[in-house]
């Protein structure tokens, strides 16, 4: 079945600065690539994601890009704000037929003032 | 995107007890989900419920412990049953469906269990 792997686990930005998230996935047949946020006893929000028919995905201040070759795909946040200090998870699923969606183990950001 | 509800948002509840969370959504959905997170862990899948039919679980879970039902497109159950101090999480359902660019997933409030 898929597995995700999700780096790094901490990470720790001053304020302005750019984050960058990774993630590898196992499984060829997954075609789509979400990424949620979870601040402290929340849900997980639907940030942004990305489907396998484009490499890249731009909203404002975050983007996602896609390597189906090497199955991998990053986040990336630039000029970070304290608000998005949360943890990121990153997920990979099939969108057709069973959907369902296996998580990165996630990445607690923090965004120093 | 849907306005997804949980109830009850939180309970503590004797060990040996059982305990049925409820999910309801404002809109017919196509799969909606059960996922469990431990404390500063990330999202496990218990299982898919499908409507009209038995659930679909995945491995290390199993329906005498987690039933769920799921008796139409807008509404699931989950039951925590013969509970356990080690069943102490946060539960989540989720909804997916196709939205204007696709298949999205998305995540009711969630449900804080504490088992003593």
């Known amino acids: 079945g898929e597995n995700v792997e999700q780096h790094p686990s901490t990470l720790s930005v001053q304020e302005g600065d750019s984050a960058v998230i990774k993630c590898t996935y196992s499984d060829s047949a997954s075609n789509y690539f979400p990424w949620y946020k979870q601040e402290l006893g929340k849900r997980p929000q639907l940030i942004i994601d990305i489907r396998s028919n484009v490499g890249e995905k731009k909203d404002q201040r975050i983007a996602v890009t896609l390597n189906k070759t090497a199955k991998h795909f990053s986040l990336h946040i630039t000029e970070t704000q304290p608000e998005d200090s949360a943890v990121y998870f990153c997920a990979a699923g099939f969108s057709g037929g069973y959907n369902k969606l296996i998580f990165g183990a996630g990445t607690r950001l923090a965004v120093h003032p | 995107s849907a306005v997804i509800s949980q109830k009850p948002s939180r309970d503590i509840c004797q060990r040996g007890t059982s305990l049925t969370i409820q999910c309801q959504v404002d809109?017919?959905?196509?799969?909606m989900f059960w996922y469990r997170q431990q404390p500063g862990q990330s999202l496990t899948l218990i299982a898919t419920?499908?409507?009209?039919?038995?659930?679909?679980?995945e491995s290390g879970f199993v329906i005498d412990k987690f039933p769920i039902s799921r008796p139409n497109l807008t509404f699931s159950t989950l039951t925590v049953s013969n509970m356990s101090p080690e069943d102490s999480s946060i539960y989540l359902c989720?909804?997916?469906?196709?939205?204007?660019?696709?298949?999205?997933?998305?995540f009711g409030p969630g449900t804080r269990l504490t088992v003593t």
């Open positions: 989720s909804v997916a469906f196709t939205g204007r660019w696709g298949y999205e997933q998305y």
């Open positions: 809109s017919q959905v196509t799969m």
């Open positions: 419920a499908n409507q009209g039919s038995e659930a679909t679980y």
